[in-house]
């Protein structure tokens, strides 16, 4: 690792992906389901996006080729980083991207400050806790000069106390990897080796507690890339949720909700009694502090505003019922039981299943789904069917129902296949950009790469393309992409017309 980074790591870069919690639409989303207006999603055009701490700028292209009417702007203060960025965006033609190379700890007092337009959305995704205690003093000062009144701003981060078991874990890596390795991803993955060994000889705070074990079991299939940003980083810090939300408030921000939909609803972050124990408390933040400890997630995706301008519950729901839902799964794979925080929750499917066979003909609005079944005694409410058709992931808001498919989306979708078409990272998530959706759908890179291919060449050879996709591979590998190829065709091809990719 070289002195420039100041401690985080700068010689290996950070992954592609995307995280539609970042999506403006999905922030808006997070904000009327918890009575805050937004004009992200009745008026999307013209809108200023400002990512901080950009990586490789995948999620900010993204963006910029699904809405040619954004002006978005990306910052990350490694210039290889700047440097890919720039040319996927040349290569694309985009031309309402721009790209800073700064260091968000000195960017706000320094002539690169007004390169940086005012922001009607913010996306911090991982920095918060990957930094140093001046580098996110200067990303409060630069959020307080650039977000507009009424700006939403999304900040994840690792999350106490759900990380509490596994700080041990991330010491051992980072110690043990900088002292048996060089490079970064070596590092970590030698520190890994060590805390793996620590966790066969029964080391007591090494990998004992659920949430390490649960850690361990993911790190299995993780990029060496993403262990070294994870563990490596010399500022790593794990924070609470009200330490965040009393340095925003320094930029006039107000916590509004979890962009994880599920998160915002009691009932399904907390059992019975954990809500009673809540509910003693008026203070927001105490709320979270009791969610938190009762068995939050260890990366919490907050949304924040400049100025809350307050719904009544009949607005509120009049705004949510307009909104238009896309389907994102088959019909036939759609889940009527999902794992959240207070254990599982079940979607009645009389009232569901008739909605998922309307979304798969055509994209409706949550008042139109609520029509199918108006008869129905306790029938499911606006806010409850887009927090669990959208926050299970199976549905998704578009911004422009009735929009069509793009000719810049196809050359986002080349090159974006170019980066990540080889066989050993096929199965890592990516995104499909969509003008309908104003944003991505998550997919597996190799169903990116099935799409370049089917819009590219137009018949599809399922066998002839796992040679093509991953040439060299053995007989069995082949047989076995070629499978997977014809179904990502027969399942997806539905899902890809609806979210208006093809």
Known sequence: MTDWGGGYVTDVAYLLGFHPEQSPAHMALTALINGVAS???????????????SGLGFSALLLAASNPSWRVTAIDFNPEHIAESRAFAAEVGLRNITFLEADLAALADSPPEALVPEADVVSLHGV????????RAGIVKLLRAKVRAGGLVHVSYNALPAWQGALGLQRVVREAGRKLAGRSDRQA???????RALVAASARYVGTDPFSKQLLERLNDASTGYLAHEFMNRDW?????????TALAEAKLSYVGSARLYENFPDLAMNEAQRTAAARFDDPLLFELIKDVSGGPALRHDVYVRG?????????????????????????????EIEVAAGKATLNRESYEPMVEALAAAPRTIAGLLALREREQGRATPPEIAAMMVGSGQAMVALRPGAGPLPELDRFHAAAARRVGRFDTLARSIGLASHRLGSGLVVPALELVVLNR??????????????????GIDDAQAESLGKDIARILEERTQIWRLAGTV
């Open 39 to 53: 004009e992200v999603i009745e008026q999307p055009e013209g809108l200023s996006y400002l990512e901080l701490g």
């Open 128 to 135: 918060w806790t990957w930094v140093s205690a001046a580098t």
């Open 189 to 195: 993955a030698a520190g890994l080796e060590t805390v």
């Open 237 to 245: 810090q794990p924070v609470f949720h009200a330490d965040v939300a």
């Open 308 to 336: 809350a301008r307050r719904l009544g519950e009949n607005e509120r729901n009049r705004i949510l019922s307009g909104l238009t839902l896309v389907l994102t799964r088959p019909p036939g794979r759609f889940a009527y």
């Open 454 to 471: 089917l819009i590219s060449e137009g018949a599809a050879e399922p066998s002839a393309w796992a040679r093509l996709i991953a040439p």
